[in-house]
T-cell receptor
Framework: DSGVTQTPKHLITATGQRVTLRCSPR?????VYWYQQSLDQGLQFLIQ???????AKGNILERFSAQQFPDLHSELNLSSLELGDSALYFC?????????????FGPGTRLTVT | QQQVKQSPQSLIVQKGGISIINCAYE??????FPWYQQFPGKGPALLIA?????SEKKEGRFTISFNKSAKQFSLHIMDSQPGDSATYFC????????????FGSGTKLNVKP
């Protein structure tokens, strides 16, 4: 168990809908990362927050947004969902800002868009 | 454009054999190269990582070999065990933006008993 929790574990929704994925980092970790893992594209970095502020952005679509709250938990919002958004979404946390601090991954949220 | 290319996509090795997974990159600004191990139904977990100032790093049965001039790095799993069966990802990040990781496409390793 990495200490990172993600909810929900599974999510099934229809195209055009909006969903929110939640992540609680390990105790003491200030950085939260979001990743998308799909069968055909592997693991893609989406976005990173550090102590409430956005610090790095990857291949995140404009339909997606994220935030990190004062208690350090983070939410990833996905809107106008398309079939291609079906994937595993992972949250990871680390103690520091820089990427060479070990990232601890949560168990993921499996999103299915029908 | 994939920043880190990983091969093979899948690998079958007999118990006790050596598993070798290769990664190649183009961007010479990459300065940190971790490997992650992912079991089915779990998130990836850091296995071992290397900086380009060394050519090899060993931790137990796992070794990273790094060739800076060829822009390649590889993971060797010695004495492979069925418990090593998992998907392995290489990754890279830049010195001036360590936060952003570029992952390889993954290698599914199956170690047969």
């Amino acid at each position: 168990d990495s200490g990172v929790t993600q909810t929900p574990k599974h999510l099934i929704t229809a195209t055009g809908q909006r969903v929110t994925l939640r992540c609680s980092p390990r105790s003491g970790d200030l950085s939260v990362y979001w990743y998308q893992q799909s069968l055909d594209q592997g693991l893609q970095f989406l976005i990173q927050y550090y102590n409430g502020e956005e610090r790095a952005k990857g291949n995140i679509l404009e339909r997606f947004s994220a935030q990190q709250f004062p208690d350090l938990h983070s939410e990833l919002n996905l809107s106008s969902l398309e079939l291609g958004d079906s994937a595993l979404y992972f949250c990871a946390s680390s103690v520091g800002l820089a990427g060479y601090y070990e990232q601890y991954f949560g168990p993921g949220t499996r999103l299915t868009v029908t | 454009q994939q920043q880190v290319k990983q091969s093979p996509q899948s690998l079958i090795v007999q118990k006790g054999g050596i598993s070798i997974i290769n990664c190649a990159y183009e961007n010479t600004a990459f300065d940190y190269f971790p490997w992650y191990q992912q079991f089915p139904g779990k998130g990836p977990a850091l296995l071992i990582a290397i900086r380009p100032d060394v050519s090899e790093k060993k931790e137990g049965r796992f070794t990273i070999s790094f060739n800076k001039s060829a822009k390649q790095f590889s993971l060797h799993i010695m004495d492979s065990q069925p418990g090593d069966s998992a998907t392995y990802f290489c990754a890279a990040s830049k010195k001036d933006n360590f936060n952003k990781f570029y992952f390889g496409s993954g290698t599914k390793l199956n170690v047969k008993p």
